[in-house]
C-alpha cells in the first residue's frame, strides 16, 4: 500500500513561504549588509529570471533520472543557496567584509537558488498528478496550490515570530528547513513506483512534445503568461495606487498593502479549496468566469474610490489562482505518464515570462498608474481571446 503523499505538500511551499519570509526580513538586510532597495531587488530577481532557464532542463531531467532525484536535488539546492545567504550576512555582520564580498556572495546563493529551486514546485505538481487518477487531476492540484498559498499566508507571521528569537533566525530556518523535506521526499520515493522506465519515456516523450507544440496549448500558454503580467505589473502598482488615493506615508502604505496581500492569499486558498471540492468540472467555463473577475477587476482599480482596492485585489488573487488551476491541469492532460513535469515545468516557464514582462510594462509607463491600468485592460481582453480561439481549437479537434 502506498503512502499518502504529504511530503510534496509540505516541500512545494517552500519558494512562497521563503519569499514571504524574505520581504519581511528585507529591513534587516538592509541594515545589516548596507545594501540598498534597489542592489536589493535586483539581487533577488536575479535568482527568478534563472528560472527561464532552469525549470526546462529540470523538467527534461525528470524524463531520465524520476521526480523523486529531481525534487531532492532541487530542495537541497534551495537549503544550500540559503546556507550561502547566511554565510553573506555572518560575514557582512562578525568579519566586516567588505561590500564587494557580501555582494559576489549573495550573487552565488541567488544563482545557486535559481538553477535549483525551479525543480520544486513543478516536479510536486508532476509528481502529484501521476499518483493520482486522471479524473483527479484538477483536484489534486488545488489542494497543493492551497498549501501553497497557506504558506504565503503563514510566511510573513513566521517570520515576525523567527526574528524574535534572533535577527538570523529567520535564515537559519530557511537554511535547514528543507533537509526535513529532503529526507521525508527520500524516505516516500522509497515506497513509492514512479512511470521513469525506458519504454514510458520514449512513448510520453514524444507524444506530450506531439501535444504540447499544438494550438491548444500554446493558447493556454499565451494566457498563462497574460495573467502574470497582470498580477506582476499591479503587484508594483500597489504602492503608487494606495499612496496617491489615500495619501499615506510610507509606513501607513506598507501595513496597508500587508493588509491587502493577507486578503489576497486568503482569497486564493478559498479558490483553491472551493475548486478541490467540485466533481465536474467545465474549464472554459471556469476560465471564461477566471477573465470576467480579471476585467471587473482591472475596471475597479481605474475609479477613483477610495478602500476599492480591498475589492480589486481579492478578484485578480482569485482570477490568477482558477486559470493557473484550469491550465497546469489542461497541459497535464495533454501528456503521459512519466511526462507531467514537462508541463508543469513549461507553466512555470511561461509565468516566469509573464512576470519579467510585467516588468518591463512598467518601465515602458514610467510606473504611470492609470497609463498601465489601460495597457493591461487590453492585455486581458487578448487573454480573453485566447481563450476563445483555445475553445474553437477544441471544437476543431472534435468534428475531426
Not at 559576489?104 to 514546485?121: D, E, H, K, N, Q
Not at 534572533?166 to 523535506?181: N, Q
Not at 501595513?255 to 467545465?282: C, E, K, P, W
Not at 481579492?314 to 491550465?327: D, V
Request: aromatic residues 8%; proline residues 4%; hydrophobic residues 55%.
Amino acid at each position: 500500500m502506498e503512502k499518502r503523499p504529504w511530503p510534496l505538500f509540505v516541500s512545494a511551499p517552500l519558494l512562497g513561504l521563503s519569499q514571504s519570509i524574505l520581504v519581511v526580513f528585507t529591513p534587516i538586510f538592509i541594515d545589516k549588509t548596507s545594501l540598498s532597495i534597489e542592489s536589493l531587488a535586483m539581487l533577488m530577481s536575479l535568482g527568478s529570471m534563472l528560472f527561464l532557464f532552469s525549470t526546462p532542463m529540470w523538467a527534461k531531467l525528470s524524463l531520465r533520472l524520476g521526480y523523486a532525484q529531481v525534487l531532492m536535488r532541487g530542495i537541497l539546492g534551495f537549503s544550500v543557496s540559503f546556507t550561502v545567504m547566511l554565510l553573506a550576512l555572518w560575514g557582512s555582520v562578525t568579519w566586516q567584509w567588505p561590500l564587494l564580498w557580501v555582494v559576489f556572495t549573495l550573487i552565488i546563493s541567488r544563482l545557486i537558488y535559481g538553477m535549483t529551486a525551479s525543480a520544486i514546485v513543478p516536479n510536486c505538481q508532476a509528481w502529484l498528478t501521476e499518483l493520482s487518477p486522471a479524473t483527479q487531476t484538477m483536484k489534486k492540484l488545488a489542494q497543493l496550490s492551497a498549501t501553497m498559498a497557506v504558506g504565503r499566508l503563514l510566511g510573513p507571521l513566521l517570520a515576525m515570530s523567527l526574528i524574535w528569537l534572533g535577527w538570523l533566525t529567520p535564515v537559519l530556518f530557511l537554511c535547514f528547513a528543507p533537509l526535513m523535506c529532503l529526507f521525508s521526499v527520500f524516505r516516500f520515493s522509497r515506497t513509492t513506483a514512479t512511470h521513469t522506465n525506458k519504454e514510458l519515456k520514449a512513448i510520453n516523450t514524444e507524444l506530450g512534445q506531439n501535444q504540447l507544440d499544438s494550438k491548444l496549448a500554446h493558447s493556454l500558454l499565451i494566457s498563462i503568461t497574460l495573467i502574470c503580467i497582470t498580477y506582476s505589473s499591479v503587484t508594483f502598482l500597489l504602492t503608487p495606487m494606495v499612496q496617491a488615493s489615500l495619501h499615506y506615508s510610507s509606513e501607513e502604505t506598507s501595513q496597508y498593502l500587508s493588509l491587502l496581500m493577507t486578503l489576497a492569499a486568503i482569497t486564493m486558498v478559498f479558490s483553491h479549496g472551493l475548486t478541490s471540492r467540485l466533481n465536474n468540472v467545465d474549464h472554459f467555463k471556469m476560465m471564461l468566469l477566471a477573465n470576467i473577475m480579471l476585467l471587473l477587476s482591472l475596471t475597479l482599480m481605474q475609479l477613483a474610490i477610495p478602500h476599492i482596492l480591498f475589492i480589486a485585489v481579492p478578484l485578480l488573487s482569485g482570477a490568477f489562482a482558477i486559470l493557473q488551476l484550469q491550465i497546469t491541469t489542461l497541459l497535464c492532460h495533454l501528456v503521459g505518464k512519466g511526462s507531467k513535469a514537462i508541463a508543469t515545468g513549461l507553466v512555470s516557464k511561461y509565468q516566469t515570462i509573464g512576470y519579467v514582462l510585467g516588468a518591463c510594462v512598467l518601465w515602458l509607463t514610467s510606473s504611470d498608474t492609470n497609463t498601465s491600468l489601460h495597457i493591461l485592460s487590453l492585455l486581458a481582453l487578448a487573454q480573453l481571446a485566447s481563450l476563445i480561439t483555445w475553445k474553437l481549437n477544441i471544437k476543431a479537434v472534435e468534428q475531426v
